[in-house]
């Protein structure tokens, strides 16, 4: 690089120094180099200048500095002696105040510890009171002990005589109250959502009822409310009869705990709650039975009918074909020159021919007796299949994640039984009565061939 090159560069430099100054900005630009060396030399004035001027300015202001600094050292002293000052007065007070403690707890004697079993009794009062259905009638109660328990959890406050008697006068309500069956009108919010106001019936301490369904009485929002699933109807009758009784004894449903053995009862699932436990295979035990059923329906109504028809036939000696014993007859009429042994082969090609109709679809339910407990067995394995994923992938912790493998298991077995149970029972019976009914054809088919053997030997002897 020439040296006419780097004096270019540093004019540049300079060029671009100069100009941020005040002074070269309110001149123009340097046509040459002795301009520029001029207007760069008029700038170190101008800020040599502005350098002394704020020196001064400073010097000037160093005295109220001083003063400044003076003045908060002052009031730091000031307020160092309003601690120390307030510090021995804290620790001064500290002590009157445990002489003040210790000379009330003397004069309290025996009626601190008569605080401390109020405040006790105003405490489980109040939850009392919390989950008591009166409260629904005559609110407010709670709170009231609420406060007192917390303003006797203090040791500087007592309960007022005033106090002390609402306590007592409550406790004294609750017991009367709970002896009593009382109508009031009340919002009571309806399983649908809306709130309605309505009379409603409680019956002491224990239960409350409206348009014949049970209510609850929620702590949370402190509101009257429908049961969202309501017990067994015959329950919900004595409520019916609670409601349109005048004086009269009445029998109502009642629990005693004040709403737990009902919330419990509610919770059990009904009939169709539980086949849905059973699942798909509950579903088809279900289905099997219904045909089983029907099949031992028709058989056990075909089998009383054709008993009835024989018996008839029994007490009359003309022969009818509307049942099996008057068709297995009329073969005597229909082969009356046979011999004894073609007229035993008729008869008994003619009772094999009522067999089956006899004993139709009574396989069938043998069958099903027979197939409804494996089925069982099967939704059994399938549930307890279930169980053991469920254990695998979410360990066992929890039982509630089980409860539905479980479910199945022990609902199909259920139902397995129930279904097994009652057709083996409905095969044995119809079975006997087609068997029956069989045993009276073969002894009149043997009665025939005896008396059509005896005329065929006097016939000979004669």
């Known amino acids: 690089m020439t040296m006419k090159n780097v004096f270019k560069l540093c004019s540049v430099a300079v060029l671009a120094t100069l100009m941020q100054t005040p002074a070269f900005a309110q001149e123009d630009k340097a046509l040459d180099l002795d301009q520029l060396l001029k207007q760069l030399e008029q700038g170190q004035i101008q800020q040599s200048k502005q350098n002394k001027e704020r020196e001064k300015e400073f010097v000037a202001k ?32 500290e002590f009157k105040l445990a002489d003040l403690n210790e000379a009330m707890n003397r004069r309290l004697g025996s009626l601190k510890e008569l605080f401390g079993v109020l405040q006790q009794v105003a405490g489980d009062t109040k939850g009392k009171f919390q989950n008591s259905v009166i409260s629904a009638q005559i609110p407010g109660r709670a709170e009231f002990l609420d406060e007192l328990a917390q303003k006797m959890g203090s040791s500087s406050k007592l309960a007022s005589i005033n106090e002390i008697e609402r306590v007592w006068f409550e406790m004294q309500r609750e017991m009367t109250e709970s002896g009593k069956i009382t109508r009031f009108k009340t919002d009571v919010v309806e399983a649908n959502g809306n709130k309605v106001n309505k009379e409603a019936i409680r019956v002491g301490s224990f239960a409350l009822v409206a348009d014949g369904k049970y209510l609850e009485y929620l702590l949370d929002s402190q509101n009257v409310a429908e049961l969202v699933r309501q017990p067994a109807q015959r329950y919900l009758d004595t409520v019916n009869a609670l409601e349109n009784s005048h004086g009269e004894l009445v029998e109502f449903g009642l629990d005693p705990t004040g709403g737990s053995i009902l919330r419990l009862k509610v919770q059990e699932p009904s009939y169709q709650e539980r086949v849905e436990q059973g699942g798909t295979v509950g579903y088809i035990i279900l289905v099997v039975g219904a045909i089983g059923l029907l099949l031992a329906l028709e058989r056990l109504v075909s089998l009383t009918l054709i008993r009835n028809k024989v018996n008839r036939q ?140 005896e005329k065929a030997e006097q016939a000979t002897q004669a």
């Open 62 to 93: 160093a005295g109220e500095q001083d003063r400044m600094l003076k003045e908060a050292m002052s009031r730091r002293d000031q307020e160092l002696k309003n601690s120390e000052k307030l510090e021995t007065q804290f620790e001064e007070n």
């Open 314 to 453: 029994l007490k009359n000696e003309t022969a009818s074909n509307d049942n099996p014993l008057g068709r297995v007859i009329k073969v005597k009429s229909e082969f009356p020159h046979a011999d004894t042994e073609t007229l035993e082969l008729k008869l008994t090609e003619a009772i094999l021919g009522e067999v089956p109709k006899l004993g139709r679809n009574l396989t069938v339910i043998k069958i099903i007796s027979v197939v409804a407990p494996l089925m069982g067995l099967l939704g059994t394995v399938t549930g307890m299949i279930r169980v053991f994923q469920d254990i695998t992938l979410y360990g066992t912790g929890d039982p509630k994640i089980m409860a539905g493998g479980i479910s199945t298991a022990l609902v199909t077995t259920v139902l397995g039984l129930v279904v097994a149970i009652p057709t083996t029972l409905l095969y044995a019976m119809l079975n006997t009565r087609s068997k029956n009914i069989v045993f009276i054809l073969q002894e009149q088919a043997s009665g025939i061939i005896a008396e059509r053997a």
